[in-house]
């Protein structure tokens, strides 16, 4: 199996966020903040050359969270 492209994948999610909260929803501000995180992890693995979720390990979730603390962010 080839797995899930990255664009399908996050679509998917997002459509989950929008969900209402009986259904697996969340909240409307959680949504933005999820979407907002989302985004700046796409661009980052995009920037890396990953195109598909299988791609994604320990390690590269490791080097976003280095990549966040050396711009500032948590």
């Known amino acids: 199996e080839n797995g899930l492209d990255l664009d399908e994948g996050i679509r998917f999610y997002a ?3 929008d969900r209402p909260k009986d259904l697996g929803g ?3 501000s959680t949504a933005a ?3 907002s995180h989302l ?3 796409q661009s980052f693995l ?3 050359g990953v195109a598909n979720w299988k ?3 320990k390690g590269l ?3 976003f969270h280095d990549f966040l603390k050396a711009k500032g962010n948590r």
């Open 46 to 48: 995009k920037s890396k």
């Open 55 to 57: 791609e994604i390990d």
């Open 26 to 28: 969340v909240s409307p």
């Open 61 to 63: 979730v490791a080097k």
């Open 33 to 35: 903040s999820y979407r």
């Open 39 to 41: 985004k700046h992890f």
């Open 15 to 17: 459509e989950h966020l």
